[in-house]
């Protein structure tokens, strides 16, 4: 039997609104996200990119279809389900705003923790914060660090509760290239050397070209996937797509 | 730039109704006092209208005369009642504390005791019979219709009655029932008895055929200041003459003078509440404002002047004052309608409903109080907000924490020398102290105030640790910290309210605790006071003789009579006349001679207490000018002996009671051998003593629970009049948490996206609203402790106390209750906290 995936999806469904202004935002999507690895989702704006990461991760809910992080069905778990699922089994990266701005640094990496009531692993702990590289900095508020170090900071706390996957939406979105990229190489060396699973959303190809695989949403569906992908191959099928969009228009 | 400025006021639904809520409760309060007096007002002079609507001049004796108060003889009565254009004549013999019994031989209770001589139906009309006569001889009496319903007599029946002069109660035959005009039973409540003319006469005033004045109606034309010069011309020397207008006036005065002093204290606590509110108002506007700040800076980026963006808030904060102040009146003339309907039949009062009266004057203050709140509480963020500049405002920098430096200094630069100038106020003393000593505790109160934001970081650490358990109670730890300012003037609105209580408690513990101290110290045993139900002038209370079976009793070493009059001035002041046997009581209470004599005083000779006789500069040997009731005379001071709390205040002789209205003791104290039974001597005491309306006995541990009793619904009293200010407060806590809420949605969607249950957002909201509520209830209690010590020691030093106890077991509750307000007023945040949507929350502008 071959390894379960670390997330899944099975033809789920995601409908906004009703009658003329219904929009489908997901028709029928089955992925699976394997397990270290590192995967990129994909596509123009209203593809439902961004709906299908807060589908996986039980931000929201779906109308029809199955959602599973590891052996848990997302699909259907009430609110205590989803609280639990959150503090066990997932970790968040926001394009914005990631930080409790009334807490430090390291309060803040270490509050998915402390709100689970579990004490972090000592040495896992100093692992991610050596990686996350903020050195003397980690006594200071978000509000004295600047936004790479806020996102790398939010970086680490989704790492130090050891998930079985972090969600990241958009997480360069608001960085210049070289933060950008520091957050990027971050994210890529977790899964590499300590084989954490990593499902990110981003419209860069850059970024994307940074994962292990991308897949591509067009109008609710999944169209295409790459490999081993470079910035220049992405950027090659993102104008298909976008080709594609503007042949259906 | 108004259009936007009005469409944004509608936008904000809850942030509107919040700031509306806040005017409402503030100028509401107010509005209900004022317009509950101006309506009992109206309804009090309409009384005294009824009584003397056919009056047109009553003839009274003058006001102050040396020697006995002089009567109108039935001849000079017929000579008045001859004066050209008197229709009527009523000639008065009344008096006050004619106390009819029920049927068990307990007095009845009513609204003030009335008794009349009258000879047939009343010439001016205000009384006629509804059935049965008028009584005929010195064994009848008539009623009015409400004293037999109190009385549980009818027609035919024999009820007891009590009259000062006479000194026991007596059998009377009920010959008749007397109604007042209009059919109704009684004017206000009161009891009323009549007896035949000449038995009163002879019962009130010791002889036949004398009136203590007259009243006149007039005939057609004849106007009422016509008949009063005409009438004034034919007086006899020691009376004068008023229309029925003025007599009318002055009763009413009188009256509302009675409940002067209780609107004085209702006033102060709307003022508090007031006074509350705006901290309420302050602080919604100013989050509301700070909220919007990148709103104003977009309008500001579009080329908006600062003019435009003040004006637009200033606009808004116009509009909410008026609509809050408008609604704040209508629910203040509701509630005052109530309250005056409430009260009045709680009083059992007949008297005619007047209308309700809303004064120019409330209808002022409820809109300068609402407006000019609201527009102050809206500038000062306004003008903050237009100096932002715009792109800050609109990249949303996290402004990093304003220093609380400046603040500070000009709180301790207050408090200190506050504190300074009270305890001067306390320990120097000249005229006046007492107000520097008031003045420096505003002073200090103000600048702990300001101190408040500062000292909120330790308080609310060293709190947080008792009530935040878990990471979301160091979460709501955490965010009542973030904004100090914020915090500290949430929590002043509770503190004011808390100040008060905890002064009051601190004063009544002390004052308790000293009491019992100093009662301890005396032989006395037994005490005998006299009714409540009519000021003490000397007609209420019992004879000086009842004392002699008492001091007959096994055991009774001693029993000594006080006279007590209020109606009566010291050098000008109003102080009560106290009059016993000074040798006596020196005996009895252990008074110490601080100079000339304690002794049996004859007349014209009075002693004072050291305090007394300091504060009015009083030495031995001085002579002052005492009036009671209607006599003046002069009393030298022959001694002078040091205050405790049980005595103080000047002392008369024997003498002095013939100046008395009457002959009646109001209080009565007992001493007794070692080993004598108090219980059977208080049962002994209390037969002797049934006669005599109202007059109670005790032991002196009844009576120091009955005073402690007087004191806990003091305190009580002021607790519930203090109540509105409470949830007010209260009321702004939960304001000032929706707000933060609000400002802080998406990290409410951040934590719960890491794994906070929602019962861990309802319990980090709930800790940071018992943070706000404690803190504020411990500056409160700070503050009100300190207060109450500093009034505590300046009783000392007036020697009305000896000691100063602090009542932990209060103040403990008072903390208590702060939780539990504080868990109150999170219930609301704390539900829309926990049914935000995670996405929605998180994706937030």
């Known amino acids: ?249 | 730039m108004i259009k936007a400025s009005l469409r944004g006021l509608l936008h904000r639904k809850l942030r509107l109704t919040l700031a509306i809520v806040a005017i409402v409760l503030s100028v509401g309060f107010l509005s209900a006092i004022t317009v509950l007096n101006d309506t009992l007002n109206k309804r009090f002079s309409g009384l005294f209208q009824t009584l003397n609507e056919n009056v047109a001049v009553q003839v009274q004796a003058k006001e102050v005369s040396t020697g006995e108060t002089p009567r109108l003889t039935a001849a000079q009565l017929q000579q008045l009642s001859n004066v050209d254009g008197v229709n009527g004549t009523s000639g008065d013999v009344s008096d006050e504390a004619v106390v009819p019994f029920k049927k068990d031989g307990n007095e009845v209770t009513a609204q003030g005791f009335v008794g009349v001589g009258a000879s047939g139906d009343d010439p001016l009309g205000l009384i006629s019979l509804r059935e049965g006569t008028w009584p005929k001889t010195a064994s009848e009496v008539a009623l009015s219709a409400n004293t037999a319903k109190l009385a549980g007599v009818k027609r035919g029946e024999i009820i007891k009655v009590f009259v000062s002069q006479v000194g026991e109660p007596k059998p009377y035959t009920v010959s008749g029932i007397v109604e007042f005009s209009g059919g109704r039973d009684s004017l206000a409540g009161e009891s009323l008895v009549i007896f035949e003319l000449g038995h009163a006469q002879e019962m009130f005033y010791g002889q036949k055929d004398v009136f203590a004045g007259a009243s006149f109606s007039a005939d057609s034309g004849v106007s009422q200041e016509e008949l009063k010069k005409r009438i004034t011309a034919a007086l006899p020397s020691g009376f004068e003459a008023k229309t029925g207008d003025e007599v009318t006036e002055e009763q009413s005065n009188q009256l509302a003078g009675q409940f002067d002093f209780i609107k004085i204290i209702l006033n102060t606590f709307a003022y508090v509440a007031a006074f509350v509110g705006i901290f309420l108002i302050y602080n919604t506007f100013n989050i509301v404002v700070a909220q919007r700040s990148r709103e104003l800076a977009l309008l500001r980026a579009m080329g908006a002047s600062w003019g435009q963006v003040t004006g637009a808030v200033i606009l808004e904060a116009l509009i909410v004052g008026v609509v809050g102040s408008t609604l704040g009146l209508a629910a203040g003339i509701g509630a005052g309608m109530w309250g005056e309907s409430a009260l009045t039949g709680a009083l059992g009062a007949e008297i005619k409903s007047a209308g309700v009266v809303v004064s120019p004057a409330a209808i002022i203050t409820a809109y300068v109080i609402g407006i000019l709140v609201t527009l102050i509480a809206a500038f000062v963020p306004a003008i903050k907000a237009s100096l932002v500049p715009p792109l800050a405002a609109m990249r949303e920098i996290a402004r990093p924490d304003k220093s609380l430096k400046g603040l500070s200094i000009t709180g301790a630069a207050l408090a200190v020398p506050g504190v300074g100038i009270a305890l001067l106020g306390l320990y120097a003393s000249f005229t006046g102290s007492i107000f520097v000593m008031g003045f420096g505790l505003v002073l200090a109160l103000i600048g702990l105030m300001l101190l408040s934001p500062l000292l909120a970081r330790p308080v609310v650490r060293v709190v947080g640790m008792a009530v935040a358990w878990g990471q979301a109670g160091k979460l709501g730890v955490r965010n009542s910290l973030r904004n100090p300012r914020r915090t500290a003037v949430t929590a002043i609105a509770l503190m004011i309210g808390v100040t008060l209580i905890g002064a009051a408690a601190t004063v009544v513990s002390s004052f308790k605790h000293s009491l019992q101290a100093d009662i301890g110290k005396y032989d006395v045993a037994i005490m005998i006071v006299g009714p409540n139900y009519a000021p003490p002038n000397g007609k209420t209370g019992f004879e000086a003789s009842a004392l002699d079976k008492v001091e007959a009793l096994p055991g009774v070493t001693g029993a000594e009579p006080w006279w007590l009059t209020i109606e009566s001035s010291i050098a000008g002041q109003p102080i009560p006349v106290v009059a016993t046997d000074v040798a006596a009581a020196q005996k009895m209470w252990k008074l110490e001679t601080v100079g000339g004599a304690l002794r049996t005083l004859s007349a014209g000779e009075f002693v004072s207490d050291h305090n007394t006789a300091k504060s009015l500069n009083w030495k031995v040997g001085d002579s002052v000018k005492v009036r009671v009731g209607t006599t003046e005379r002069d009393y030298k001071l022959v001694g002078i002996y040091k205050a405790t709390p049980s005595v103080s205040g000047p002392v008369f002789g024997l003498p002095a009671v013939d100046d008395f209205e009457g002959k009646l003791a109001y209080q009565g104290f007992v001493t007794v051998a070692p080993g004598t039974d108090v219980a059977a001597t208080v049962a002994a005491t209390e037969k002797i003593m049934a006669g005599y309306p109202g007059v109670t006995v005790g032991d002196m541990s009844t009576f120091l629970k009955q005073f402690n009793q007087i004191f806990d619904f003091l305190l009580l009293a002021v607790t519930i009049l203090l109540g509105m200010a409470l949830l007010i407060a209260v009321l702004g806590i939960l304001n000032t948490l929706l707000l933060s809420i609000v400002e802080r949605t998406r990290e409410m969607g951040l934590v719960r996206a890491i794994g906070l249950s929602r019962g861990g957002v309802v319990r980090m909201i709930g800790v940071e609203s018992i943070l706000i509520s404690v803190f504020g209830a411990l500056l409160g209690l700070a503050a009100g402790v300190g207060i109450g010590v500093l009034l505590c020691q300046a009783l000392i030093e007036g020697d009305f106390l000896t000691e100063i106890v602090l009542p932990w077991g209060n103040l403990a509750a008072y903390v208590g209750a702060a939780m539990f307000f504080g868990i109150v007023a999170a219930i609301i945040p704390a539900w829309r906290a926990a049914k935000l949507d995670v996405l929605e929350a998180i994706a937030y502008e």
């Open chain 1, 1 to 249: 039997m071959a390894m379960q995936p670390a997330a899944r999806a099975v033809t789920v469904w995601k409908i906004y609104g009703s009658g003329e202004a219904q929009v489908q935002a997901l028709r029928g999507v089955s992925a699976d996200f394997e397990r270290g690895k590192y995967t990129a989702i994909m596509g123009p704006s209203g593809s439902g990119k961004s709906t299908l990461m807060h589908c996986l991760a039980g931000l929201d809910t779906v109308n029809a279809g199955e959602v599973f992080i590891g052996d848990t069905q997302v699909t259907g778990l009430g609110d205590a389900g989803l609280t639990k699922l959150r503090r066990d089994k997932v970790g968040f990266i926001f394009q914005q705003f990631n930080l409790l701005p009334t807490l430090t640094a390291e309060e803040n990496i270490k509050l998915p923790l402390a709100i689970a009531g579990r004490a972090p692993d000592k040495a896992w702990y100093d692992t991610v914060i050596q990686t996350v590289g903020l050195g003397d900095r980690l006594h200071h508020r978000p509000a004295e660090l600047s936004g790479g170090q806020q996102q790398r900071v939010a970086c680490a706390r989704a790492l130090v509760s050891r998930p079985e996957v972090i969600f990241a939406d958009e997480p360069t979105g608001n960085l210049d290239s070289k933060s950008g990229n520091d957050v990027l190489n971050f994210l890529r060396d977790s899964v590499r050397h300590h084989g954490q699973t990593i499902v990110m959303v981003t419209h860069d190809p850059n970024a994307a070209s940074y994962a292990d695989r991308v897949v591509f949403l067009a109008d609710g569906e999944i169209v295409d996937e790459l490999h081993s992908p470079t910035a220049d191959g992405v950027l090659d099928r993102m104008k298909k797509l976008d080709r594609r969009g503007d042949a259906d228009a």
